[in-house]
């Protein structure tokens, strides 16, 4: 009699994801815009890449192993997307030893420290890069110049910086526009910056991968890029000598890797449809925000950070009707 019932705790819907397949899946996602990179920035995008990974992956195993006396998790890929976001969101000159602190910061703080995959309140790899940004200022904002020959001379700083230096100055965005990269170039990753943000279109060939290997939803991208464009485009019509247009914004900097590949963090957005609609809609305001308004010429790490806060708050007021509920 014992064999014609059998009782398990839920979920009773399974599938075959599991998260290793998850991470490795996003990794590959990733793996044209990293390509990208290492053509227009040399083997220093690759090295950059490398120790980050390494670092990440070293940091886990070794806390785990020695420090909590537990068995060892690298193996599921966590670690090494994570290692892989933060290379993405750094200038490929930044020293090794400054990448190793990331990872301890990413791994070590962010993650192990709120008891590893799953616990986390915070992106990781945005904690790290956060935590370069405001320790070491000057290394974080060097830009190397691309090796690719149709890239126009010298970079010291991203389309964002340039504009924000320059409007800061007094110029108007008329004269500031031919010294920027086109919408195209954008586009197709004819400009400079950190790892993650010279090509929109391999970022969305990522995404679209994602959408088709069922890894995220469409939702939070699409709300995040939305508001952006929205909110600059009422910037922009009110005031076009002051607001970049917003598709300028679209494809310029982090906003098309945060969407898409950090903002869908599992563990640090909202569950339901109606809570990642307030997750990313709050992003791509802190992001209009901070890029028009603020001190620096990029926001949307500081977006996902502050909005990872109210994830908890989010999902606990913000919740799918129970079956069975009436209206």
């Known amino acids: 009699m014992s064999n014609l019932l059998t009782i398990s705790p839920s979920p009773h819907v399974h599938t075959g994801d599991s998260v290793n397949k998850i991470m490795y899946r996003v990794i590959i996602a990733l793996l044209p815009a990293l390509a990208w990179s290492v053509a227009v920035f040399g083997l220093d995008a690759l090295r950059v890449a490398a120790v980050a990974v390494a670092s990440c992956v070293a940091v886990e195993y070794l806390l785990q192993r ?85 890239i126009d001379a010298a970079t010291s700083a991203t ?81 076009p000598v002051r607001f970049a247009d917003p598709l300028f914004h679209i494809l310029t900097g982090g906003a098309m890797l945060g969407a898409i590949f950090m903002a869908t963090d599992m563990v640090t957005s909202p569950m339901s449809h109606r809570g990642q609609l307030l997750f990313g809609v709050g992003i791509g305001i802190i992001t209009v925000l901070i ?18 806060g109210f994830t908890p708050l989010i999902n606990t007021y913000v919740k799918p009707k129970r079956f069975g509920e009436k209206k």
């Open 291 to 308: 890029r028009n308004f603020g001190a620096y010429p990029e926001g949307i790490s500081f977006a996902i950070l502050i909005m990872n």
């Open 159 to 239: 389309p964002l910086g340039l504009l924000k230096e320059g409007l800061h100055r007094g110029k108007a965005l008329s004269e500031l526009m031919p010294d920027l990269p086109s919408h195209l170039n954008l586009l197709t990753g004819q400009t400079g910056g950190s790892l993650g943000e010279i090509s929109a279109a391999l970022l969305l060939l990522g995404f679209a991968y994602l959408l088709i290997r069922k890894v995220i939803t469409w939702h939070i991208p699409v709300f995040v890029l939305g508001t952006i464009f929205i909110f600059q485009g009422i910037l922009w019509e009110c005031n």
């Open 66 to 150: 020695f420090i909590l006396r537990q068995h060892p998790t690298v193996s599921d890929g966590s670690a090494a997307l994570t290692g892989l976001l933060l290379a993405f969101n750094v200038p490929s000159s930044l020293p090794w030893w400054m990448l190793v602190i990331a990872a301890v910061i990413a791994i070590g703080v962010a993650k192990v420290s709120f008891g590893g995959l799953g616990n986390n309140p915070f992106n990781p790899a945005l904690v790290g890069r956060v935590f370069l940004l405001i320790s070491f200022p000057v290394a974080m904002t060097t830009w190397p110049s691309p090796h690719t020959a149709d």
